[in-house]
């Protein structure tokens, strides 16, 4: 099993809907992150959080929502979904206790809203 | 200015070609200098990073940093098909909570 896990892998949903990305891992990492990717763009954060009771919020947050549920997991939501929020989302985990604090990526989920 | 700026490609070489990937920074304050490869239809994979200045050596990759003119390197030797992918550069400070990622070079080895 992946370390970090996302689903759905794949959705296409319509503008106005509310959707729901969920991550959990199993890597026993503090920090979890939410990136969306675009072409061109590269990784922009949306939100980021460090234990479970803090949530931050990254570079491009408006338009987004994030719970972290348990140290294991933390999902993204759009509340009302817009054409311009197709992307492709990311979560990722990183060990606060570990020098580098380098991140660890999910494969992946792929957004698109008509 | 952006924080990170990468050339996207994409470039293609043939396989056994020596491949030299770029970034530029903005920001003195950088430590770390991760270089992370990510595969079609993948998430974004580490593959090596260097602290501060200086050289890391990894099997066929190489990666160097030049902190004085803020310039980042990774250099693949012997390339080969499997390479190919897109490489993202991405610096952060040793006390800063936020990486910062360039817009990624997309690399294809032919055969």
């Known amino acids: 099993d992946a370390d970090v896990t996302q689903t759905p892998r794949n959705r296409i949903t319509k503008t106005g809907k509310r959707i729901m990305l969920e991550c959990s891992q199993t890597?026993?990492?503090?920090?979890m992150y939410w990136y969306r990717q675009d072409p061109g763009l590269g990784l922009r954060l949306i939100y980021y959080?460090?234990?479970?009771?803090?949530?931050n919020k990254g570079e491009i947050s408006d338009g987004y929502s994030v719970s972290r549920q348990a140290q294991a997991k933390f999902s993204l939501s759009l509340e009302s979904a817009i054409p311009n929020q197709t992307a492709l989302y990311f979560c990722?985990?990183?060990?606060?206790?570990?020098?580098?604090?380098?991140?660890?990526f999910g494969a992946g989920s792929r957004l698109t809203v008509l | 200015q952006k924080e990170v700026e990468q050339d996207p490609g994409p470039l293609s070489v043939p396989e056994g070609a020596i491949v030299s990937l770029n970034c530029t920074y903005s920001?003195?304050?950088?430590?770390?200098f991760m270089w992370y490869r990510q595969y079609s239809r993948k998430g974004p994979e580490l593959l090596m990073y260097?602290?501060?200045?200086g050289n890391k050596e990894d099997g066929r990759f190489t990666a160097q940093v030049d902190k004085s003119s803020k310039y980042i390197s990774l250099f693949i030797r012997d390339s080969q098909p499997s390479d190919s992918a897109t490489y993202l550069c991405?610096?952060?400070?040793?006390?800063?909570?936020?990486?910062?990622f360039g817009s990624g070079t997309k690399l294809n080895v032919k055969p």
């Open positions: 990722a985990t990183s060990d606060s206790t570990a020098g580098a604090n380098v991140l660890t």
């Open positions: 890597k026993g990492h503090d920090r």
């Open positions: 959080s460090f234990d479970v009771k803090d949530i």
């Open positions: 920001n003195s304050a950088f430590q770390y």
């Open positions: 260097t602290y501060s200045s």
């Open positions: 991405a610096p952060k400070g040793s006390n800063f909570n936020k990486f910062y």
